[in-house]
């Protein structure tokens, strides 16, 4: 077996293993250090409308500058008009002097007369803005400090993204700086030892770091999503802890029975060692099920989930041989008082017969009531909303969000709007550009959209591309603009640019990108599940020999999935956890979720079960009935099984307290489902369908059962002549 041998060399060459991992990492950071991580744009992830119309934009040549807004309103009460129109002055002067500046508008009053907004353009290529952003970011400070009475603010695309960007930054931080010391303290009750603690925890840490280094390089060919340092850490400590977790185990276990350091790492790379593959294996599958959503940012997750799974992996099954070789019986040292004790303390586990023993001696009874409990769970699911990402979902914490909030308040056209893109044929200029016209006369008698600014059309150089922009009056996530879109996209535009023969048209903008996520999740959904539930039958089918292992698998993965959406529903749906949870409910789920939801906890929820089924299948294969076998399984992983657990709920209880909801979504989703998988799923729902299925469990048909190989005609011969052989 690969993995024996593997570990083999490893404790015989226990530092050239451990300068070889340490190498690897320290390369896998530098090489991300110097390439840098390239970002998701929205260019990116066009598709549909969006990127026809990105097509237009990019194809006439148009030079779009960034622009940023500056604020002008009174701390408190009436505005004075005077000393505002002054700040504006100051504002526009400033603003002039900056080489990063292009164009600077005249101060522009509210509908309400409570505020003033001067827009700014920053020069040069849109896609560089944040670079030259901070020149811009210190003008309005200076003005603000100039004149404290009234309250001078700057908003816009590229501000909001660098606040953006410090606060989920920042939350990341909170996530790694907790999540470390909440494992150690696990690992510290499962083991009761410092050392044996401290190794699952460091083999993670230097997983995570080395796939963030990758995952930078592999952002040089698809750009990584704001998502997926996050995405990284999250099932870089779950899986790298848990695969740690059971190879010490199962060598402190193999050493319990009096087998030498070598033996017990042997023992654990063949038991352990294999089951880690496997489960790797199954998880990759899982995450490559995001790449058929054909999405930048589920792609750039899945590439950044990948690589830090197989990082997990080949450190599981290399370096860690060689530390527990290399350590010996220092493992174990020093020890945790009274934990030690309890964390080494042999026996029947007491307790967990207990619980096993309603699913052992009427299976099908346990069976039906855990699984209608696991049902009613999931029922609130099939009342699921999707919303996709929108400036409702920030956090108002952020001062930036606030700032927006004001100025959206004050003038409706700086927030959402819709993007019109309109290619006229060569041979219809004339009457495309008549049609534009009719359509901005039919957006201004409009009450839906936004209009204290005029509607200003942009076109191309050679005069057929036209561009406009169609302010929404509400924000972009709400039903007013969905309407507004739906409107444009099937009414007003085929009515207008639509009559002209050969004439194209397209509407972008956040509305119209959120509203296309959705669809494409709706769409994309059915066909990642189909493909992550085929793949996932044929490495449990091949790996287990038996198809019904591998059926029940899926269904047990399936079930815990479907509980875990339907607490989601309940909880972010509904509004009685905000203040638990510190969120304010959309009224839905976040769209990317449910798909990213199910490929992580169906790769996460194989580690349990190759793990668990494979202690099963070792206790059958040494002579066991099937109901004893399962009992000797469950209970003998059971310790293993809850402290890996209990990592991962812990670690995404974490994300649960971020500021983000979509990551208080991720967070409450992931640690549901795991609680769920490791308690009622492995020691309730399983041994009961094992037990239901009996010996069924293990049939093989006859296309995977070894071939018997013919005894040598020599051999037989002998036998034949010898009585006594």
Request: aromatic share 6%.
């Amino acid at each position: 077996m690969a993995t024996v041998r593997i570990a083999r060399w490893s404790a015989e060459h226990p530092w050239r293993a451990i300068t070889a991992w340490l190498v690897f990492v320290a390369v896998c950071i530098g090489v991300g250090n110097i390439v840098g991580t390239k970002t998701t744009d929205f260019d990116d992830a066009a598709k549909g409308e969006l990127a026809v119309y990105q097509k237009m934009v990019d194809d006439a040549g148009f030079n779009r500058p960034a622009s940023e807004n500056v604020l002008i309103t009174a701390r408190s009460g009436a505005l004075d008009k005077a000393a505002a129109g002054k700040v504006a002055e100051d504002v526009r002067g400033r603003m002039s002097g900056l080489k990063e500046v292009g164009e600077v508008s005249e101060a522009l009053p509210s509908p309400n007369g409570n505020a003033l907004l001067v827009s700014v353009e920053i020069a040069g290529d849109r896609k560089t803005a944040d670079e030259r952003l901070q020149p811009l970011l210190d003008a309005t400070a200076a003005v603000q400090a100039a004149h404290p009475d009234l309250l001078v603010e700057q908003v816009g695309g590229e501000s909001l993204n660098k606040a953006l960007s410090t606060a989920l930054g920042d939350d990341f931080a909170k996530a790694e700086l907790i999540s470390i010391p909440v494992t150690l303290v696990i690992m510290l009750i499962a083991f009761g030892a410092v050392i044996a603690a401290g190794i699952p925890v460091l083999l993670a840490l230097s997983a995570v770091a080395a796939a963030m280094g990758l995952s930078a390089l592999a952002s040089q060919l698809v750009p990584a999503s704001e998502n997926t340092s996050s995405m990284i850490l999250l099932i870089g400590m779950a899986v790298g802890v848990d695969y740690s977790l059971f190879y010490v185990r199962r060598e402190r276990e193999e050493r319990a029975k009096g087998r030498t350091h070598l033996d017990a790492v042997e023992m654990a790379a063949a038991t352990s060692g294999h089951a880690i593959v496997v489960s790797g294996f199954a998880v990759v599958v899982a995450m490559a099920g995001m790449f058929v959503a054909n999405d930048v940012i589920f792609t750039s997750m899945a590439i950044g989930s990948i690589l830090v799974v197989l990082t997990a992996v080949i450190g599981s099954i290399t370096v860690l041989p060689a530390m527990l070789a290399k350590l010996g019986r220092w493992v174990d040292k020093p020890r945790v008082p009274f934990v030690w004790r309890l964390s080494a303390k042999g026996g029947e586990p007491r307790v967990w017969k207990a619980i096993l023993r309603p699913s052992l001696r009427r299976p099908a009874t346990t069976l039906t009531v855990a699984g209608l409990a696991l049902v009613a769970l999931a029922i609130p699911a099939l009342g699921m909303k999707l919303n996709s990402p929108s400036d409702a979902d920030l956090p108002r914490s952020i001062p930036v969000m606030q700032s927006y909030d004001r100025m959206t308040a004050a003038f409706p056209s700086t927030g959402a709007t819709h993007a019109v893109g309109v290619r006229a044929p060569a041979d219809k200029v004339a009457q495309t550009e008549a049609a534009v016209t009719a359509l901005t006369e039919r957006i201004k008698a409009d009450a839906g959209f936004a209009h204290e600014r005029e509607i200003e059309v942009t076109r191309s150089s050679d005069g057929r591309v036209f561009l406009l922009n169609a302010a929404i009056s509400s924000s972009a996530a709400s039903p007013e603009a969905d309407k507004s879109l739906t409107w444009l996209r099937t009414v007003a535009l085929p009515q207008t640019v639509g009559a002209v023969a050969g004439a194209e048209f397209a509407v972008s903008g956040q509305t119209a990108g959120e509203n296309d996520f959705v669809d494409s999740m709706n769409e994309s959904l059915p066909w990642v599940i189909a493909i992550v539930l085929l793949l996932t039958f044929i490495i449990m089918t091949w790996t287990f020999r038996a198809p019904l292992i591998a059926l029940s698998s899926i269904a047990l993965n399936m079930l815990s999935a479907a509980a875990a959406y339907g607490v989601l529903v309940l909880v972010f749906q509904n509004t009685w956890a905000e203040g638990l949870l510190g969120f304010t409910s959309t009224g839905g789920i976040v769209a990317w979720l449910p798909l990213m939801l199910f490929v992580v906890l169906f790769g996460l929820s194989m580690d349990y079960h190759v793990f668990v089924v494979s202690r099963i299948r070792e206790a059958r294969d040494s002579g066991m009935d099937t109901r004893a076998a399962i009992s000797q399984g469950i209970t003998s992983s059971a310790g293993v099984v809850t402290s890996a657990a209990a990592v991962m709920i812990g670690v995404f209880s974490i994300f649960a307290t971020l500021s983000t909801i979509d990551m208080k979504q991720m967070g409450v989703g992931l640690a549901t489902a795991i609680l769920l998988d490791a308690t009622l799923i492995r020691a309730i729902v399983l041994p009961a369908l094992m037990g239901v299925l009996g010996e069924r469990n293990w049939w093989t048909p006859r296309i995977l059962r070894p071939r018997r190989v013919p005894a040598p005609v020599e051999a037989e011969q002998t036998r034949e002549l010898d009585p006594v052989g």
